[in-house]
């Protein structure tokens, strides 16, 4: 991958990338860390990039450097004093959706916002989390249940 290349890519992607991390890393600072780290590393390897799939490849160096991150700093700090992600606009059913969304175990939650709030096709997911595309079906399919579960508890009385 050229460098014009590269750098349209993350200029593009700039708000997936920080949100990816953000939804990892709990902080915004964090996440502005790890994408800043992660962008670097891509820099340095950017020959190994696979065409068409730059993307997903991008990400989950994104992925990595926050997952990283997370476990530099939970060595550190305990993990009942991580921020929320939640924001003050977060009202009724939005609130309660993040909310159901953070409550997901990752393995269900990173397919979950790669497909749906980055709009990463099910390929692309795949190949960003290295999983065969069968088991990233399964996990949308499982958190997208999960997720229905967990917000029809929360409106029963």
């Not at 994408?35 to 068409?52: C, D, E, H, T």
């Not at 992925?63 to 606009?89: H, V």
């Not at 397919?111 to 996990?139: C, D």
Request: glycine share 2%; proline share 6%; hydrophobic share 45%.
């Amino acid at each position: 991958m050229d460098e014009a290349v590269f750098i349209d890519l993350c200029e593009r992607q700039m708000a997936s990338f920080y949100r990816m991390a953000c939804s990892i890393v709990h902080e915004p600072a964090d996440a502005e860390d790890a994408v800043q780290q992660a962008l670097l590393n891509a820099w340095r390897a950017r020959s190994r990039a696979k065409p068409g799939l730059e993307r997903a490849w991008l990400m989950r160096i994104v992925i990595n450097e926050s997952l990283t991150l997370l476990r530099r700093r939970q060595r550190a700090i305990p993990t009942e004093d991580f921020p929320t992600l939640a924001t003050p606009e977060d009202s009724g059913e939005s609130a309660a959706l993040h909310a159901a969304i953070r409550a997901l175990p990752e393995s269900l939650r990173t397919p979950l916002l790669l497909r749906y709030m980055e709009g990463m096709s099910e390929k692309e997911v795949a190949a960003a989390l290295r999983l065969p595309l069968s088991s990233v079906k399964n996990r949308l399919f499982r958190a997208r249940r999960k997720l229905q579960t967990m917000l029809n508890e929360e409106v029963s009385p």
